[in-house]
């Protein structure tokens, strides 16, 4: 059974940094690409970006790429979403999201989400 | 940057069709993809491919998807079908960049 287990709640300053996790299991993580997708609250799905731990390949929306930095430890079946300066607009819940590619790249498997406040 | 469409929101009673639509340039070249999500919960794949069913989702949900729009519908919708329903397709210039449309709210009553 496909499990992505996301680290928990954070709440951040203004200008502070981030890196939240999303640790896999049940299938093979290197062949799978995985990805993130931000819902800010009250508001639809964006997709952000993925990675494919095998190689480290990595792929970004147009409108993150730049604002946000995604990577992967494939030695614990881990990927990362990472802020250098978090802004109030970056609260939102985020998932990470296991992706199929056998004909298009897409989510099939989600984690529980991680909720990031960021106030002053 | 590319787009795709869904109406705000589709209102059935218990029992009737619903349908909710997905609008994309790149449809015609790229599958189409739908997610249902209920309140507080992780998205959940209920079409893949276009018209592809994973397993453990009800038969009365239903793709297909003609020219530039895509279509989910719920035959003989049920009060648990109440939910936000967002489709996702890929960028033109890569299968590897994804987008979501808007969200349909879907109110069973």
């Known amino acids: 059974e496909v499990q992505l287990v996301q680290s928990g709640v954070e709440v951040k300053k203004p200008g502070e940094s981030l890196k939240i996790s999303c640790e896999a299991s049940?299938?093979?993580?290197?062949?799978?690409?995985i990805g993130w997708v931000r819902q800010m609250p009250g508001k639809g799905l964006e997709w952000l970006g993925i990675i494919y731990p095998g190689d480290s390949d990595t792929r970004y929306s147009p409108s993150f790429q730049g604002h946000v930095t995604i990577s992967a430890d494939k030695s614990i079946s881990t990927a990362y979403l990472q802020w250098s300066s978090l802004k109030a607009s970056d609260t939102a819940m985020y998932y990470c999201a296991r992706h199929d590619s056998s004909k298009d790249c897409y989510p099939t498997d989600w984690g529980q989400g991680t909720l990031v406040t960021v106030s002053s | 940057s590319y787009e795709l469409t869904q109406p705000p929101s589709v209102s059935v009673s218990p029992g009737q069709t619903a349908r909710i639509t997905c609008s994309g340039d790149a449809l015609p070249k790229r599958y189409s993809y739908w997610y249902q999500q209920k309140s507080g919960q992780a998205p959940v794949l209920v079409i893949y491919?276009?018209?592809k069913r994973p397993s453990g989702i009800p038969e009365r949900f239903s793709g297909s998807s003609s020219g530039t729009m895509a279509t989910l519908t719920i035959s003989g919708a049920q009060v648990e079908d109440e939910a936000d329903y967002f489709c996702y397709s890929t960028d033109s210039s890569s299968n590897h960049r994804g987008v979501f449309g808007g969200g349909t709210k879907l109110a069973v009553l």
């Open positions: 049940g299938y093979s993580f290197t062949s799978h690409w």
């Open positions: 491919e276009d018209s």
